[in-house]
């Protein structure tokens, strides 16, 4: 199994950038999806953006295209969410996720979390 260490997260103005880090360690990950989550207060968690291992691939959900990119650095097993022009709906704990489907319809191993919060 794959064990997730997230970093980046804060408090920032509509408009500002932040990059969300997410260290992966385990003997297997190259095996594994990797992508982000969050979750707002009072809402459901939703998938924002995932990569394969190659980087190759990439998908990110309709609200955050455009301005989130999804990159990752296999050397360092680290994949980053650089995020742009922010906007106070982004608010949430957003959570680095590692699956063995590329769809990620199941997750196997999540991070611990880290706040991101937006002022309008």
């Known amino acids: 199994q794959v064990q997730l260490v997230e970093s980046g997260g804060g408090l920032v103005q509509a408009g500002d950038s932040l990059r969300l880090s997410c260290a992966a360690s385990g003997r297997t990950v190259s095996s594994y999806t990797l992508g982000w989550f969050r979750q707002a207060p009072g809402k459901e968690r939703e998938f924002v953006a995932r990569?394969?291992?190659?980087?190759?691939?990439?998908v990110y959900t309709d609200s955050v295209k455009g301005r989130f990119t999804i990159s990752r650095d296999n050397a360092k097993n680290t994949v980053y969410l650089q995020m742009n022009s922010l906007k106070p709906e982004d608010t949430a704990v957003y959570y680095c996720a590692a699956s063995l489907r590329w769809t990620m319809t199941t997750v196997t191993s999540w991070g611990q979390g880290t706040q991101v919060t937006v002022s309008s």
């Open positions: 990569i394969s291992w190659s980087g190759t691939n990439t």
